[in-house]
């Protein structure tokens, strides 16, 4: 099923399809790219969801670019950056002539940055999200890469099996509408790497979490905050009960 939303083609309800047992709710917690380029239709059919929460990951700069055009919804900041646009751009300037593969091991060490440099980034946001289930929309500016990994551990912490969280994640490759490669200031090749996802750029966060923590369980324990008491309150919040 494609977006509701012409403005941001790769919202959705992070239920989406999932076959695995345990069961999110539907109509709580929906991913996206920025909210910046809405129409007024749109900004009413998120309204008419419910949604009154956002959770932004983009820095500042992205903000003042694209502000929340949803009326009465309050935005929280969690601001993670510099963004991988704003490295690879930083790079060219100074004179290097970055390969496709340059540019993958670059969106790897986003990743691992991720859990390395972010993880009170992510920890505020389950923060939020232990408050209330109120309908909320977490993003950034593709919604593919801070969006993701924060997608992946919200499933996780849920217990939704890894092949699943990587399926969810691989799925904006469907959702993110095709680009034009004018107004970009990067080569193309680039550009074609930075704009999708693939599974070496969550494995690499993986990969950081296992050698820094031990395991994805340890991670959410220790790097987000997670305990016990705290898994259950979102298992309550977020999970249908049978």
């Given amino acids: 099923m494609s977006s509701i ?6 919202f959705r309800d992070l239920r989406g399809d999932l076959k695995s047992h345990p069961a999110l709710r539907s109509g709580t917690l929906y991913r ?3 909210l910046g380029a809405l129409d007024a239709n749109d900004a009413q059919q998120i309204q008419a969801l419910g949604i009154r929460r956002v959770l932004d990951f983009r820095g500042s700069i992205e903000r003042e670019s694209a502000a929340c055009a949803v009326p009465g919804v309050e935005v929280h900041s969690l601001a993670i950056e510099p963004t991988i646009v704003q490295v690879i751009k930083e790079m060219i300037s100074q004179g290097h002539h970055l390969s496709e593969e340059d540019v993958v091991a670059h969106m790897q060490d986003t990743y ?11 920890a505020e946001f389950f923060g939020h999200l232990l408050e209330s289930n109120e309908p909320t929309v977490f993003h950034c500016t593709a919604g593919k890469d801070r969006t993701g990994f924060a997608a992946a551990l ?7 099996p890894k092949d699943e969280v ?4 691989l799925l904006t490759n469907e959702r993110l509408r095709p680009f034009s490669l004018e107004g970009w200031t990067l080569p193309g ?7 999708r996802v693939q ?11 296992d050698a820094d923590f031990g395991s994805i369980e340890g991670y959410l324990r220790e790097g987000v905050e997670l305990g016990p008491a705290e898994r259950e309150r979102l298992r ?6 049978a």
């Fill in 154 to 160: 919200i499933l996780h912490a849920l217990g939704v």
């Fill in 236 to 241: 309550e919040l977020y999970l249908t009960r």
């Fill in 189 to 195: 090749h680039v550009v074609q790497v930075i704009w």
């Fill in 32 to 34: 996206s790219d920025h």
């Fill in 199 to 209: 599974p070496e750029f969550l494995e690499a966060a993986y990969q950081a979490i």
């Fill in 5 to 10: 939303l012409s403005g941001a083609s790769n």
């Fill in 166 to 169: 990587m399926r969810d994640y």
């Fill in 112 to 122: 691992r940055g991720f859990v390395r440099g972010n993880s009170h980034r992510f």
